[in-house]
């Protein structure tokens, strides 16, 4: 039985992610010690270029909302077809580096937390990359009807987040006990920070997702990343 994460942990979680900010690329992008060797490494991109591929097909326009946009991997290329972006993080860092990376005055940035926040308007789409993992079980159907509650009837919805896999993403870093939504994450300096950490079951998620009201596809990857798309349902 997961028990419920306090607001500690979500406090030590949010300063983890400010804190990473400037080796998060690494993460993605397999450098230095987050390289798993030649091998997994080209799994790893492959894999990748998978989700891309369904993001880019999804074709997401109009006004769209980013939810913990981060350094801008995902902004890069949503950037191509929204005609304006609200990209909303807990983190000044991320924004900062997110704002310098991809350079559009298309996109406004508000810092915020996404437990609290809550819009004044609705938009054409969302996006959300590497983030439902990191919502604490017990609040995760409040936070799929709060999503649902930001986007119009018909409008497009994207996420991406990672697979339990064993060793975890890469080699310092291990995933959560099967019973534990908390996990350990230790930075380049050395530092150790407890963070959220959840995996999914396809068919848990998609009916939670449809239960907020969400009309989703979900996919898995071979190894690495869990994925969905789909349209909100429902007023």
Known sequence: MNSPVSAQTLQEMKMYYQERAHEYDEWFYRQGHYSQGAEMDARWFVEADEVFTAFDTLHLTGDVLELAPGTGIWTERLVRTATTITAVDASAEMIEINRAKVGSDRISYLQADLFTWRPERT?????????????????????????????????????????????????????????????????????????????????????????????ITLRETATYFLYGYGTRTRD
């Open 123 to 215: 938009y054409d789409g969302v996006l959300f990359a590497f983030w439902i993992s990191h919502v604490p079980l017990e609040r995760l159907d409040d936070f799929l009807r709060s999503v649902a509650s930001m986007l119009r009837s018909g409008s497009k919805v994207f996420f991406v987040d990672g697979q339990r896999t064993p060793g975890g993403s890469f080699a310092h870093n291990q995933p959560p006990a099967q019973d534990s939504q908390l996990t350990k994450r230790t930075l380049n300096d050395g530092r150790t920070f407890e963070i959220v950490k959840n995996y999914y079951d396809l068919v848990d998620l998609a009916a939670r997702c449809t239960q907020a009201g969400f009309d």
